[in-house]
């Protein structure tokens, strides 16, 4: 934790997101930033096709545009988390190997925001939204945590 707070005093740009690390608060900075960026494209996603192609706030559709949504948050997420996060080499040996784990760990989390979004948006009435912005929370943590152990654990 120190050696993160030091780079952000120092505003050194370079040791938060781009050099090499195995530091666990560096890690999950960066992954929170990765993941700020899917999120806003996911989201935007979400937003925009809600009310571009289904014209509504609420209902079924918003299951079907979060299906949609996650497919983009999924790959921006990959790419950017491959290129400043997770630098080290995966325990799988192949790419195709590395983003299906990926993949099916980022499937868990689209349930768990599909099932809020069910609980809060469909039985209780509450606008999709702030559901999202809740469920994202919980998943963002869910993600790093089963990806840093099922990918990227160190190695003894």
């Not at 050696?3 to 992954?31: A, H, P, S, W």
Request: overall charge positive.
């Amino acid at each position: 934790m120190k050696e993160l707070f030091l780079l952000v005093k120092k505003l050194d740009f370079k040791g938060l997101f781009c050099q090499k690390t195995d530091n666990i608060f560096i890690q999950f900075f960066r992954y929170c930033f990765v993941g700020g960026l899917a999120t806003v494209a996911e989201g935007g996603a979400l937003w925009l096709i809600q009310h571009f192609i289904f014209k509504e706030d609420s209902g079924f559709t918003v299951f079907i545009s979060q299906g949609i949504a996650f497919i983009l948050g999924l790959a921006v997420n990959f790419i950017l988390s491959k290129l400043f996060v997770f630098q080290e080499k995966s325990e799988k040996t192949n790419a195709a190997g590395e983003f299906v784990v990926y993949a099916v760990i980022g499937v868990i989390g689209l349930l768990i925001k599909e099932l809020l979004l069910w609980v809060f948006n469909i039985q209780i009435g509450w606008h999709y939204m702030p559901v999202w912005v809740i469920s994202t929370i919980i998943v963002l943590i869910w993600n790093y945590a089963a990806r840093r152990v099922a990918l990227y654990k160190k190695k003894k």
